[in-house]
């Protein structure tokens, strides 16, 4: 019989509703439940592609024994991290805090009032390595909940004061100059695998923000180290393993240091954040190889992501069916050069085998082997792999699938917006921008109230119940400012400007020019999440600066120009010492240094050829930050357009920056060289 999660929206929510252990879903009335029955909460929070979530609920909350348990002394909450961050945040910095680490599955012991006392993650269904047993842990808290209740309490009470006390060092309210950026290089430089690209060990996740920050850096100072550190990594990362050789897209992250065996769940945001790098590496140096992953990227979001309303679903699992009913890691994607015998035939298969490096030994598990692609002397016939490809592609497509996890992330689909709409435009793909608005008209539609609050998530076109957090406002307003640079359609800009007014009004400390992760009218948690780090997306607070700042250049808006400004303020302190952990707070920092530059193109229409002409080399420009805006002289669409007139009755291009402006071109080699310098 389904428990209380059969009617929730979440996919993740929805896989456990079938358990036997009585979940609830996170809310008062599991906590009053509770404190009537005078029992402790057991939260677990995970997400629907989530590897070890899986084991872990077919070990314990499937098994009728362990659930029987759960239900006579506890009370059972079960919360999806990509639909709550902000629980997931606060019980996480309790989770590190406690035990010097952190992941999913996040297992939380909590009082009546959602103080945490004990903690964990994965558990095991018997002991392993030094690892209780989930049921000897349940034993064990529920003794001490009995017997020992006021240490219980009183261990409670020291977290909740001792994460109380964790406020942020703001640092100051100024931005990072030349020294702190020059710092922040500098460390990258000492973190740095010059060897197989990317930074730090194994697992080895795509480093999207530092990316991103590294371009920007080298388009400022002409710094080369920065450039070749940012496209060593992008080569060595598209010829792995973690980038999928056949449907194009990215896995999570690698679990060894050379890109070669992934993590092998998709996630939108990855893709989002890695399309865009590779499209502005393109747009930095014409590489080949970007042009054609960031393409191959998008196409795969569009392809396997996309949902019938139009948005993006979240992610795809790491695991499907081998064939034998079993769920297992990566079976969707490895082959064995038997395998590639049966497609090919025995010439194909061998010349396949060395192209992309699979073996008789294998590179993952049982002989199976990751498709690369290994850097080899020689020349390979492209018609022969590109039918090959085509070949192997085709008889994958009838393997049994991974599970898709369905529901629309606000955020994640701004990311998405941003990087669909650039790579549209960059390659002359306007199927790529419909796919951009399309996701944008849906955010609109269903995740925008009449007051522009946004919902966190939606499912089947049904918009869920939570409120979105910081970096939904800050990613989606992201997303809408690259499509109204894009499309020259002015009212994204407006609505940018909605969301923007919220992190103003509701998101931010007007007395530090802090930001917090949830509003201030939110519901309220044991603490207010706060934390500007980078995680595998950019932080809301880093998102949100960045988005303030191109807002302001947009609209020469002072309060949002100093809003950004003072929340970047953080990144000065936290740049020179942590830059792998804040790079989109540092590709914000980049703009600041250079401006922005606001570009105003001016033409009769959007079709007028010297119009387009110059939009496009606009949008090619790599100065950090630079904000478009494309319309009829004295159109309303956009302030940056008021006084803009032709020049000489021709289509022009007028570019500003740090409040001076260069004579108006009708040039485009001249308005290249003027964003390009």
């Known amino acids: ?9 979440s996919p993740y929510l929805l896989q456990h509703a079938d358990n036997p252990v009585d979940w609830w879903p996170w809310s008062a009335e599991a906590f009053e439940e509770a404190r009537k029955r005078n029992v402790p909460v057991l939260l677990s929070i995970g997400y629907s592609s989530c590897h070890w979530c899986h084991v ?11 659930a029987e348990y759960l239900n006579d002394h506890y009370v059972s909450v079960k919360v999806d991290r990509e639909e709550r961050p902000d629980v997931d945040a606060v019980y996480m910095e309790a989770v590190q805090a406690a035990t010097g680490h952190g992941g999913w599955p996040m297992t939380v012991f909590l009082t009546p009032d959602a103080e945490p006392f004990y903690f964990g993650t994965y558990f095991p269904p018997a002991p392993r390595q030094g690892m209780p047993s989930f049921r000897q842990v349940l034993e064990g808290v529920h003794q001490a909940w009995e017997e020992r209740r006021d240490e219980v309490t009183e261990v409670a009470g020291k977290i909740v004061r001792d994460l109380a006390g964790r406020e942020i060092s703001f640092g100051d309210d100024r931005t990072p100059g030349e020294q702190e950026l020059a710092q922040a290089l500098l460390a990258l430089t000492r973190e740095y695998d010059p060897q197989r690209g990317g930074f730090g060990g194994a697992p080895k996740f795509p480093p999207s923000m530092v990316l991103e ?3 920007r850096h080298h388009a400022r100072t002409g710094a080369e180290g920065a450039l070749q550190m940012a496209s060593d990594t992008c080569e060595r990362m598209a010829r792995g393993g973690i980038y999928d050789q056949l449907g194009g897209g990215f896995a999570r992250y690698s679990v060894d240091r050379d890109w070669i065996v992934p993590h092998f769940e998709k996630m939108l945001y990855d893709n989002a954040l890695l399309c865009r790098v590779y499209a502005h590496l393109w747009r930095a140096t014409g590489s080949e190889l970007a042009r054609r992953v960031a393409l191959e990227t998008a196409d795969f979001m569009v392809r396997e992501l996309r949902t019938s309303e139009g948005g993006f679903a979240s992610a795809l699992d790491a695991d499907s069916d081998d064939g034998t009913g079993r769920h297992v ?16 035939g025995e010439e194909d298969a061998e010349l396949a085998g060395q192209y992309f490096g699979v073996t008789e030994e294998g590179t993952f598990e ?20 590109s039918s090959i490809r085509e070949r192997l592609l085709a008889r994958r497509s009838e393997r049994p699938a991974p599970g898709r996890d369905d529901k629309v992330v606000a955020a994640w689909n701004g990311l998405a917006i941003a990087a669909l709409a650039e790579t549209g435009a960059y390659f002359d793909r306007p199927d790529l921008v419909e796919a951009a608005v399309a996701a944008a008209d849906l955010l609109v539609r269903l995740h925008l109230d009449e007051q522009a609050r946004l919902t966190r998530t939606s499912k089947d076109g049904h918009a869920g119940a939570n409120a979105g957090v910081l970096e ?14 894009v499309t020259g359609e002015g009212v994204w800009l407006e609505f940018a400007g909605f969301l923007l007014d919220h992190v103003l009004v509701r998101f931010t400390d007007s007395e530090s020019g802090a930001l917090f992760d949830t509003a201030a009218d939110a519901e309220r948690l044991i603490r207010r999440p706060q934390d500007p780090t980078d995680n595998a997306a950019p932080s809301g607070w880093t998102a949100a600066a960045g988005a303030l700042l191109s807002y302001a250049a947009h609209t020469g808006s002072e309060p949002h120009r100093t809003a950004a400004e003072r929340a970047l303020g953080v990144v000065k302190a ?40 110059l939009h496009r080399t606009a949008l090619l420009g790599t100065a950090p ?53």
């Open 56 to 66: 872990m609920a077919h070990e314990s909350f499937e098994d009728q024994p362990t």
């Open 213 to 215: 920050f590294l371009l």
């Open 1 to 9: 019989m389904p428990n209380r999660l059969a009617h929730e929206t």
């Open 574 to 613: 936290l740049g020179p010492r942590v830059p792998r952990f804040i790079g989109w707070g540092l590709a914000a920092a980049e703009a600041v240094l250079d401006g922005p530059r606001e570009v105003a193109i001016v033409g009769p229409s959007l079709d007028h050829e010297e119009t387009k002409a």
């Open 366 to 385: 049982h002989g199976q082997s990751v498709l690369q692609l290994p850097q080899q002397d020689g020349v390979f016939d492209a018609e022969r792999i």
């Open 625 to 677: 930050g630079a904000v478009v805006a494309v319309g009829a002289p004295e159109s309303d669409e956009f302030p940056l357009l008021r006084d803009r007139p032709l020049v000489g009755g021709e289509p022009a291009a007028y570019v500003c920056r740090d409040f001076t402006c260069d004579a108006p071109t009708t040039d485009v080699e001249r308005l290249r060289a003027v964003l390009g310098d």
């Open 329 to 344: 890691e990566g079976a969707y994607y490895v082959w064995t050069p038997e395998q590639l015998r049966e497609v090919l």
């Open 472 to 485: 939904d406002y800050a990613d989606v307003a992201e997303g809408f400012l690259a499509l109204a640079s």
